[in-house]
């Protein structure tokens, strides 16, 4: 079964939760196409709004499962591309709950959304290099637009993470609140923007998606490129092991 849900909290506002708590969220191949997915039948819709969130109280999402098969081609990247909206000119605002640790693809799907709110206890960072592991799904392209170069490159290069009060202050997130509260204002929030014009929201939102989509959709080739060119190298190999058997890669 797969573990991405979608629900209906209230009227014009969609839910769509991660579900795979033992993996903090990691996503397989079948929920990453799943997400896709919900994202192609909620922008054909009544929604208004879309909340995305993680189960559980320990990650919002932790991006991919790297315990799975780790075969890159064209159709997998369309379908990381797609699932985490890197590409995608998406005419639906979407606020993200952040309930725990967002890491690696977790934060990419994050720079898909608009408006965002962590908990306290929540965790952010882009850990791919330290696996050597290229970050596919946007992040060496959005993030710099969106917290600025310095920034950016000091999650991208150190593989570090930060707590969610930093991430608030470099504008990775608009406010922390505390877990009881999250949802509460996720959907407040959602409903507030329900409540506007639907043509005057999704017009906004597709110019500056679509902004977004078009300056990624320039560096896509090159992001196939370099993507594979780590794959090839030796350090992959290490990468991987090292992360499956929980010890500091020797490069």
């Known amino acids: 079964m797969t573990q991405i849900h979608l629900s209906r909290p209230a009227r014009h506002v969609a839910l769509i939760t991660i579900d795979n708590p033992p993996k903090m969220n990691a996503m397989t191949r079948p929920m990453l196409a799943e997400l896709g ?6 922008e054909r819709d009544d929604s208004r709004c879309i909340v995305v969130t993680g189960a559980g109280e320990r990650a919002f999402s932790v991006g991919a499962d790297v315990s799975g098969d780790l075969s890159a081609g064209p159709e997998m990247a369309r379908m990381v591309s797609h699932a985490l909206l890197k590409t995608d000119a998406y005419k639906k605002p979407i606020v ?24 306290p206890k929540a965790r952010f ?24 170069h310095v920034h950016a490159m000091d999650l991208l290069l150190t593989a570090r ?89 020797r490069y």
């Open 96 to 119: 993200a709950a952040v309930n725990g640790d967002c890491i690696g693809g977790g934060v990419e799907l994050l720079l898909a959304s608009d408006i965002r709110a962590a908990v």
């Open 125 to 148: 960072g882009l850990t791919e290099v330290r696996w050597s592991i290229y970050p596919f799904g946007g992040a060496a392209i959005k993030l710099v637009q969106q917290i600025g």
């Open 161 to 249: 993470l930060i707590d969610a009060a930093q991430a608030a202050t470099l504008g990775l997130v608009n406010r922390v609140l505390p877990p009881e509260q999250l949802m509460d204002w996720a959907l407040e929030t959602a409903a507030m923007i329900a409540a506007n014009s639907p043509s005057a929201v999704q017009a906004v939102k597709r110019q500056v998606s679509g902004t977004i989509a078009d300056h990624a959709l320039t560096r896509e080739a090159l992001e196939q490129e370099l993507g594979d060119a780590v794959r090839a190298s030796p350090d992959f190999a290490e990468g991987i092991a090292a992360f499956r058997e929980k010890r500091q890669p």
């Open 37 to 42: 997915r919900l994202w192609d039948e909620l």
